[in-house]
C-alpha cells in the first residue's frame, strides 16, 4: 500500500474542500472496497479525507411519503430500518443480499454506490485494464469473462457493477443527493449516476472530483409490491451472476404500474424500460412477464462464456414478477446455487 | 472517483496518534496510516487471537467486536477507529469462565483447526445480538402486512412506522447459515459451528 495522509474533517465542507484542493485526495467512508483496493495497489490516494464520522447518519421521512437516508447509514441499519422493511421491500432484500453481515455493518450508503467492478483484470494489478489504466486494452473481453456484462458493454470494458442495493435503487426511482466545492447541490436520479463504459471507462459515475454524496432520495413507494433476488454461484456471500429488483402493482389480473431492474448484466444497474412499457396494460401472466423481459433482453451482446446470464435474467426476471403478481406475495429468497453454479472464485460480496 | 496521482503535493505526516479501547483497555499507539486494526491488534497489541486468513475482507478470521457490531479488522484503518472500543477473543471470558458462545464451541466441537474459529466466535456473538434485535437476513420470511400497500405513505417516527421495536428473529439453521456466510471455515466444521449458535441461541 502507498503511503498515504489521513485528516478526518468534523463538517461536510471542509471535507469537501480537502479533496477538492488536492488531485490526489479521496474520501473514506466505511473502507470496505477501497482500503481493499488500496492494499491491491488499484487505487493509491495520496490523502484520505475520512467523510464517515460526518452527521449524514438519519432516515428521515420527507414531506412526500418518501425516505432521505443520510449517506452515512451503514448498509445493515438501512436493511433493518422497519420504514425501510416496510415500504420499499427490494431495498431492505438487496441490501441483505450483498456482502456479509460483517461487512454491512461497515459499508455506507454513499459507499455501496462507489463501489468498484469485482472484474479480475481490474483488480489485479499486473494486467491491462482500461478501467484502472486507460488505453491498455481489455483482456476481458477475450479472457475471463463469465461473470461480466452482456447489456451496455463496449470494446473498451466489459465490467459489471457490483452493487445490489444500487439496483433496488434503481428500480424504486431514488436519487442521489450531491454537494460540491462551493456549497453547490445537485440530485441526480440513480439510473444516471452511473455510467455505461463507451470509450471512458475509468469513470463509474458522473461524480465530479471533490462532490460528496451526502444522500440518497426515496421517493413515495410505487403502488404494489416490490422485491429484489439475487442468483449467484453460492447460496450466500457472493456476487450477482444476475439479480432482479422489480415492483408491480396488478389490478384485476392486469398490470397497472411495472419497474424492473437488472444486475449482474451491465456497467450500471440496468433499468428495464422497455419491459416496463410492455408490462403495463398486459395481464399478469407468465408468459407475458416472459415477453416483457425478452422485450428487455433482445438488446443483449454476450460475450462467448456468459450467454447463460441472459436465460437466467429472463428467468429471474418472470420468476420475481409471477412471486409479486401472486396472492400471497412475494415467495422466499432461493436458498442454494443458481442453475449452472461453478464454485466460487476469489470475490465474495455485494 | 479514485485516481491514481503521483504525490506531489505537500501532505500532513503519514503517521498518526490513536488511542484503541481494546477489551477494556486504553492504547495510544503511535501507527502508520496505513496500519489496519487486525495489524494494530496482532503486530502493536501481541493481541494474536484475531487472525489473518485473506487480509482482503472475504474470509472472516479477522472478525471482531467494534462498538459491539461485529467487523472485519482487516478491512479497518486503525487512524480511522481513534478512539473506538473493541473487543476481540480474548476479551470475551469472564475470568476463567469462558463466554457462552465459546463454551458452545467446545461443547459441539465447533473447529477443527481452529484458525478460523476467534472470528466465528466473535461474528456468533454479533449474530446473536442482530437477531436479538430483531435484524432480518436474507432469509428472513416477509412479513405479508410489510408488501407495501397497508403502509399509509407520509411522515412518521421511524419507531412508530411497524409497530416500535421488531420482535427478535428465531435463529433457525437456515438463519444462522446465512447470517454466518461472511465467515469461511476450510475444515468444514460448518454443521458443528451452526449447532453451537442454534445452542446458545435457545
Known sequence: ????????????????AAVAADPAGSYLGGGTNLVDLMKLGVA?????????????TEVTPTPEGGLSVGANVRNSDLAAHPLVRARYPALSQALLA?????????????GNLLQRTRC?????????CNKREPGTGCPAREGVHRDLAVLGHSAHCVATHPSDMAVALAALDAAVRLRGPDESERTVPVTDFHRLPGDSPERDTVLEHGELITAVELPAPAPGRSAYRKARDRASYAFALVSVAAALDVRGGTVRSARLAFGGLAHKPWRARAAEEALVGAEATEESFGRAADAELSAAEPLRDNAFKVELARNLAVRVLASLAAPGGPDAPAAGPAPGARPPGPNSGS | MWHVVPRTAQHPPAVSAVTLHVNGVRHRLT??????VLDALREHLALTGSKKGCDHGQCGACTVLMEGRRTNSCLKLAVACDGAEITTVEGLADGENPHPVQRAFLDRDGFQCGYCTP???????????????GHPSYVTPVASEAAGQSVPPGPSEPSGAAGGTPP???????????RMSGNLCRCGAYANIIAAVEDVAR
Open chain 1, 120 to 128: 479480475l483484470y481490474f483488480q489485479d494489478v499486473g494486467k491491462p
Open chain 1, 98 to 110: 450483498g456482502a456479509s453481515g460483517q461487512l454491512r455493518n461497515a459499508a455506507t450508503t454513499g
Open chain 2, 168 to 178: 427478535p428473529v428465531p435463529l433457525t439453521p437456515e438463519e444462522i447459515r446465512e
Open chain 1, 1 to 16: 500500500m502507498k503511503s498515504f495522509s489521513y485528516v478526518r474533517p468534523s463538517d461536510v465542507d471542509t471535507a469537501i
Open chain 1, 44 to 56: 493509491a490516494p495520496g490523502l484520505l479525507v475520512d467523510v464517515s464520522g460526518l452527521p449524514l
Open chain 2, 31 to 36: 501507527l502508520d496510516n496505513r496500519t489496519t
Open chain 2, 119 to 133: 472470528g466465528q466466535i466473535c461474528s456468533a456473538i454479533g449474530v446473536l445480538a442482530e437477531a436479538a434485535d
